[in-house]
């Protein structure tokens, strides 16, 4: 059980290059996230997947899209990347049980934009 | 727009001691909290969760108290060790146990120091 799995663990890109970040969960989990997280703050939303074949925005989605491949898997993508997307990024998953509730995060993604 | 934030962002205690980690938050339709702890270059970890409809929480060291009238959430650690060093952040969800359960609105963060 490896819980929430991302890569690549680091990415360096210049500015207009485009990525796709990759995560998978193994828990089988409805729901997943992507958030960013800038030095010194908590992390904000920038897309969530309710369940399989739904995803929505949150907070901060411009310049980024997302697929929810399956229920395992939910990939973030930056089209044209800008230095304003340097940050940290996590993929979590969760899922409300008989027994409480559910969350894990995965390890991050550290992505600089020159 | 809706925020949570934190009294105080730096926190440094001995080795035994109790620490004590406050969050307010201005979502009066908030329902439900969370404390995580995040170890340097690691994910975010759950720690303890509380809905709206309990005062207190208690797991293995920790407890979270929760003031609705003020809007106010602590997190309570006994006997502090060094591997609690971390920085703590709550979050709330407005919407709990509903689809949107996981979209978390995150205050800025405390660093906890635990000094041998």
């Known amino acids: 059980n490896a819980g929430v799995t991302q890569t690549p663990k680091f990415q360096v890109l210049k500015t207009g290059q485009s990525m796709t970040l990759q995560c998978a969960q193994d828990m089988n989990h409805n729901s997943m996230y992507w958030y960013r997280q800038d030095p010194g703050m908590g992390l904000r939303l920038i897309y969530y997947s309710a369940s399989e074949g739904t995803t929505d925005k949150g907070e901060v989605p411009n310049g980024y899209n997302v697929s929810r491949l399956n229920k395992r898997e939910f990939s973030l993508r930056l089209e044209s990347a800008a230095p304003s997307q340097t940050s940290v990024y996590f993929c979590?998953?969760?899922?409300?049980?008989?027994?409480?509730?559910?969350?894990?995060f995965g390890p991050g993604t550290r992505l600089t934009v020159t | 727009g809706e925020s949570v934030g934190l009294h105080l962002p730096t926190l440094s205690v001995q080795e035994g001691d109790n620490s004590i980690i406050n969050c307010a938050y201005s979502?009066?339709?908030?329902?439900?909290f969370i404390w995580y702890k995040q170890e340097s270059g690691k994910g975010p970890q759950f720690i303890i969760d509380i809905r709206s409809n309990m005062d207190k929480r208690q797991g293995q060291r920790v407890t979270v108290l929760l003031n609705k009238t003020v809007k106010h959430l602590s997190l309570q650690i006994a006997a502090t060790q060094p591997g609690d060093s971390a920085v703590y952040f709550c979050a709330e969800n407005g919407n709990a146990g509903g689809t949107s359960y996981g979209k978390l609105t995150f205050g800025q963060g405390t660093i906890l120091t635990v000094h041998p």
């Open positions: 979590a998953s969760s899922e409300w049980r008989p027994g409480g509730y559910e969350q894990y």
């Open positions: 979502n009066s339709a908030s329902d439900y």
